[in-house]
């Protein structure tokens, strides 16, 4: 669930990502126009952000975060984030923030690790981000 609609230029594209499965659909006509398989990916709810031409998939199986061109679907980046499980990811400027099972990961764009906190007590579940007027929360039913 989010809390604030970003300031998108092209909403012609539909994302649908299930499973390590991503598709783009023409939000007009339903027609498909891409499909990536993000390998070795399993089952599990899936962490979708769509930014600046870039679609951010966080899969629960494994600890993959994996950024994806917008237009093509072809696969920009691939990272292992701390660990595993149901995700929450947050873009605030030029980061992209990735919190699952008590870990805290900082991104930059590229894919980069900028930092890294291991939250050491704070708990393990379904987990809310964010920093004034920008927040991200995990749903219960989708936690790991």
Same mark, same amino acid.
């Given at each position: 669930?989010?809390?604030?609609?970003?300031? %998108? +230029?092209?909403?012609?594209?539909?994302?649908? %990502? &299930? *499973?390590?499965?991503?598709? %783009?659909?023409?939000?007009?006509?339903?027609?498909?126009?891409?499909?990536?398989?993000?390998?070795?990916?399993?089952?599990?709810?899936?962490?979708?952000?769509?930014?600046?031409?870039?679609?951010? &998939?966080?899969?629960?199986?494994?600890?993959?975060? *994996?950024?994806?061109?917008?237009?093509?679907?072809?696969?920009?980046?691939? &990272?292992?984030?701390?660990?595993?499980?149901?995700?929450?990811?947050?873009?605030?400027?030029?980061?992209?923030? &990735?919190?699952? +099972?008590?870990?805290?990961?900082?991104?930059?764009?590229?894919?980069?690790?900028?930092?890294? @906190?291991?939250?050491?007590?704070?708990?393990?579940?379904?987990?809310?981000?964010?920093?004034?007027? @920008?927040?991200?929360?995990?749903?219960?039913?989708?936690?790991?």
């Amino acid at each position: 669930m989010t809390y604030r609609e970003g300031s %998108a +230029q092209d909403r012609s594209k539909l994302i649908v %990502a &299930v *499973a390590g499965r991503v598709a %783009a659909l023409d939000i007009a006509t339903g027609r498909e126009l891409w499909r990536n398989e993000i390998p070795g990916a399993g089952g599990g709810t899936v962490e979708l952000l769509i930014d600046n031409g870039r679609v951010y &998939v966080a899969l629960p199986t494994t600890s993959v975060v *994996a950024c994806l061109d917008l237009e093509s679907g072809s696969e920009l980046w691939r &990272v292992r984030t701390s660990t595993h499980g149901r995700a929450t990811m947050l873009i605030e400027g030029p980061r992209l923030i &990735v919190a699952r +099972q008590g870990y805290v990961d900082c991104l930059d764009r590229d894919g980069n690790t900028l930092w890294s @906190n291991g939250l050491s007590g704070l708990g393990v579940g379904a987990t809310a981000i964010g920093v004034e007027g @920008n927040i991200r929360q995990a749903d219960e039913i989708g936690s790991s």
